[in-house]
């Protein structure tokens, strides 16, 4: 069979060129136009920083700032906890083990809106008050697989000989665990809860609905700010969010391959 190369295919690198442009070319100009000193949105002025500073100092921002970053640390440290746990558990070929592993990866295959309604309906049923706290524990359990599937890969690539060696020397399972395993999963479980983290920052749908009274996060504070209009207040706060999250997924493919080398 000849391989079908696409680079030869009549058109491709034009066709490549404009998917990329519809892709980018308007994150490109919303942060442009954060820097625009004009309060319309869509009309340029001048070159600024103003509404950088705005955004800093405006206390609505501050609180939405402070929940999303409470949210995200809390729910990345129990997601990934419970993700290493469940990696492990895992690990070995046992009856059952696809439905598991299908049932633990669940979240990221459901559309999110499917799983935000189901949450709520459960806090209902349960008779929880919504607040940080539901918007707490819905993150964890959405976070899950993206820290497991980081994990999970590198148990795979492990050298099953350092732990057979390890049990050879006497190494109980906490000690094989403690000094052979963890040391050799700690690069996958960093970027697994930078994964986490940067899932639960940057989440919109599920925090919408089980989300209560002073529990608002950026996504949700700028959902609601839209409505009155895009400003470059909002295009100054998408950019940081952009910035942010380009640097801890950057952070964590490097670990993922810093740990593949190990």
Not at 72 to 77: E, K, N, Y
Not at 79 to 94: M, S, V
């Amino acid at each position: 069979m000849i391989a079908l190369h696409l680079k030869k295919l009549p058109l491709t690198r034009e066709v490549s060129l404009l998917i990329l442009a519809y892709l980018y070319l308007p994150i490109l100009v919303l942060i442009a136009y954060s820097f625009n000193a004009n309060r319309s949105a869509t009309v340029w002025t001048e070159f600024s920083f103003a509404w950088y500073g705005r955004i800093l100092a405006n206390p609505s921002i501050q609180t939405a700032a402070l929940n999303s970053i409470i949210v995200a640390s809390i729910a990345t440290v129990c997601a990934t906890a419970i993700a290493l746990l469940a990696a492990l558990a895992t690990y070995r070929p046992f009856f059952g083990q696809k439905m598991v592993e299908g049932g633990i990866n669940l979240p990221l295959i459901l559309p999110e809106i499917v799983t935000a309604v189901a949450t709520l309906l459960l806090f209902m049923a349960l008779g929880i008050k919504l607040g940080l706290l539901t918007v707490i524990v819905a993150h964890i359990g959405f976070c899950i697989p993206f820290a497991y599937l980081p994990i999970r890969a590198r148990l795979n690539d492990l050298d099953k000989s350092l732990l057979e060696a390890a049990n050879d020397l006497y190494a109980n399972p906490w000690q094989v665990f403690r000094r052979v395993t963890l040391p050799l999963l700690w690069p996958a479980v960093l970027s697994g809860s930078v994964l986490a983290f940067v899932v639960s920052l940057d989440d919109f749908i599920m925090t919408f609905f089980v989300a209560g009274p002073g529990s608002t996060t950026l996504p949700v504070y700028i959902f609601s700010a839209i409505k009155a209009g895009v400003t470059p207040e909002i295009n100054a706060i998408s950019t940081l969010m952009l910035v942010i999250s380009i640097v801890l997924v950057v952070l964590a493919f490097w670990l993922g391959q810093r740990g593949k080398q190990q």
